[in-house]
């Protein structure tokens, strides 16, 4: 008589249901929590914090860094005083480039100017002599012939050149004290700087006139 066969595990592995498995299986494993898929509160405030602190940082960077230039960043100066300063320019400097762009066609480089058209401005009388007749002369111009070291010259009239009505220049105080304090100080010149409140001063009293004559001229001191 034979053996009976042992039974297969198989066999009864199969006859198991899908509910049966599940359940095994969850029997075995045991019930995850729900995390809400791990993410927590308090890492998301600080990327939150961190991404608009590196954008903070970057807008700054580009705005005030003056792309490190050298020439506009230096990080070792100190902090501005909130007053702005401008520098002020040389009035020879000044002078001698209004001088250049407007005197010297006629009274040359040399400020000798040419002789029987235009008087010489070195050793000249007129610009080593009385400060109000100078401002005067060259602010509103003159008119007429004039004598320059015992030379009479009448070629031509001496330009309107102040900020003054029909000046043909308009230059500003500051400017015509700088072309007088130049011609004052070249071609061996000596007299005294003109200061733009000497300018301003004669500008206010006279007005707005017409061009003077040397006769006027010559009765200021």
């Keep these: 008589m034979s053996t009976p066969l042992h039974q297969d595990p198989r066999l009864d592995q199969a006859a198991s249901t899908d509910e049966s498995l599940l359940a095994a299986h969850d029997k075995l494993l045991g019930k995850q ?6 993410y927590k509160l308090p890492p998301l405030h600080l990327l ?12 700054y960077l ?9 020439r506009v960043y230096n990080e070792n100066t100190l902090p501005p005083s909130g007053e702005t300063v401008v520098a002020k320019l040389d009035p020879l400097v000044l002078g001698k480039k209004q001088y250049d762009a ?6 040359q480089a040399n400020g000798l100017g040419l002789p029987g058209a235009f008087p010489p401005l070195a050793a000249s009388e007129w610009v080593s002599g009385s400060d109000d007749r100078l401002i005067r002369l060259v602010v509103y ?8 070291k015992g030379v009479l010259y009448s070629a031509a009239p001496m330009p309107t050149i102040g900020k003054v009505a029909n000046s043909q220049y308009n230059l500003s105080d500051d400017k015509v004290a700088a072309v ?16 733009t409140d000497q300018v301003a001063a004669v500008r206010s009293k006279e007005g707005d006139r017409k061009p003077y004559v040397e006769a006027e001229l010559l009765k200021l001191n």
């Design 62 to 70: 580009n705005r005030y860094s003056g792309m490190f230039d050298p």
């Design 141 to 148: 111009g003159m008119t007429g012939p004039m004598t320059v």
């Design 48 to 59: 939150f914090f961190f991404s608009g602190l590196i954008f903070f940082a970057g807008t």
């Design 180 to 195: 007088l304090t130049y011609i004052r100080h070249e071609w061996g010149n000596t007299g005294a700087p003109i200061t």
């Design 33 to 38: 929590p729900d995390e809400k898929g791990r």
């Design 102 to 107: 407007i005197c010297i066609t006629c009274h």
